[in-house]
T-cell receptor
Framework: EAQVTQNPRYLITVTGKKLTVTCSQN?????MSWYRQDPGLGLRQIYY???????DKGDVPEGYKVSRKEKRNFPLILESPSPNQTSLYFC?????????????FGPGTRLTVL | GEDVEQSLFLSVREGDSSVINCTYT??????LYWYKQEPGAGLQLLTY?????DMKQDQRLTVLLNKKDKHLSLRIADTQTGDSAIYFC???????????FGTGTKLQVIP
């Protein structure tokens, strides 16, 4: 069974304090992505990765970084979080363009930046 | 860029049919998806349709695609209280490697 793990699930932090949200998968999928979900805006893609060491910007990459040093992990890094990054974040695996692969979503990380 | 729009809210009575609508702008979309998000959970893929199809039926779910109007709909027959959730449509434009989601429609089923 596909499993996408995110940590932490909930985080309250302060402006400017660097944080990392981890994402790991057990499916050996090449394609991984990060989304943020905000009321009335749906899900917006932050970054995606086609494979190890291959990452690209999604629709809202500003203020975020990612890395893909190994296939199973795709951490999301906020170097200097700001209140407008308060959101619900989802990591997803699979579902690349032109594919009917099911896209599996992690359980979500609710981040509050004060 | 791509833009996918949905109405934000829909309320139906249990047993009635629900129709959730979605419009998209990228005419090169290859796949269009419907996802369901239950409270406190991630997104679950419900069904998808390839852009060369007009209709797809899967048990209580019927997906209709009007490519000319760039309009996608999801019909849920005999809607149950367990169908209460937020429903997202999503498109995968041709040649791109990212999925663009709609704003989500919150479906409320009244017993």
């Amino acid at each position: 069974e596909a499993q996408v793990t995110q940590n932490p699930r909930y985080l309250i932090t302060v402006t400017g304090k660097k944080l990392t949200v981890t994402c790991s998968q057990n499916m050996n999928h090449e394609y991984m992505s990060w989304y943020r979900q905000d009321p009335g805006l749906g899900l917006r893609q932050i970054y995606y990765s086609m494979n190890v060491e291959v990452t690209d910007k999604g629709d809202v990459p500003e203020g975020y970084k990612v890395s893909r040093k190994e296939k199973r992990n795709f951490p999301l890094i906020l170097e200097s979080p700001s209140p407008n990054q308060t959101s619900l974040y989802f990591c997803a695996i699979g579902g690349a363009s032109g594919s009917t692969d099911t896209q599996y979503f992690g359980p979500g990380t609710r981040l509050t930046v004060l | 860029g791509e833009d996918v729009e949905q109405s934000l809210f829909l309320s139906v009575r249990e047993g009635d049919s629900s129709v959730i609508n979605c419009t998209y702008t990228d005419s090169s979309s290859t796949y269009l998806y419907w996802y369901k998000q239950e409270p406190g959970a991630g997104l679950q893929l419900l069904t998808y349709i390839f852009s060369n199809m007009d209709m797809k039926q899967d048990q209580r779910l019927t997906v209709l695609l009007n490519k000319k109007d760039k309009h996608l709909s999801l019909r849920i027959a005999d809607t149950q209280t367990g169908d209460s959730a937020i429903y997202f449509c999503a498109e995968v434009p041709g040649g791109y490697q990212k999925v663009t989601f709609g704003t989500g429609t919150k479906l409320q089923v009244i017993p």
